[in-house]
């Protein structure tokens, strides 16, 4: 039940909040706000698989419903405390590739 409860919470979830949860389990910590965290995930080692396999489903959906470039700009927002600016400036020489089809990651809600 508690695999359900996250991941019906996921999919109700904003943008934003997707990817606070996706940066969140990316450094292995169950966030306060995403229900259904699995029994055991607090003792489980977090470089062990054990800690993956327990987030594993959440992980996933969240996978797919956070674009990789979504994931990178939150991190650098909010983790380095980087600009837009300085995101996309270092996006566009890292990802050269990705700058001829954007598809409106970088700024969709």
Sequence with gaps: MATQDALKAIHEADAATRERWRHALN??????????????????????????????????????????????????????????????AWYAEEHPESTVFDFGESHAA
Excluded at 31 to 41: A, I, T
């Design 27 to 88: 450094t292995w910590r169950w966030p306060g706000d995403l229900p259904g965290k699995p029994d055991g995930f607090d003792e489980a080692p977090s470089i062990a698989r054990s800690k993956y396999q327990l987030m594993q489903p959440a992980w996933n959906l969240l996978g797919r419903l956070v674009p990789h470039k979504r994931q990178l700009r939150y991190h650098w927002l909010n983790e380095l405390g980087k600009t837009e600016e300085e995101f996309e």
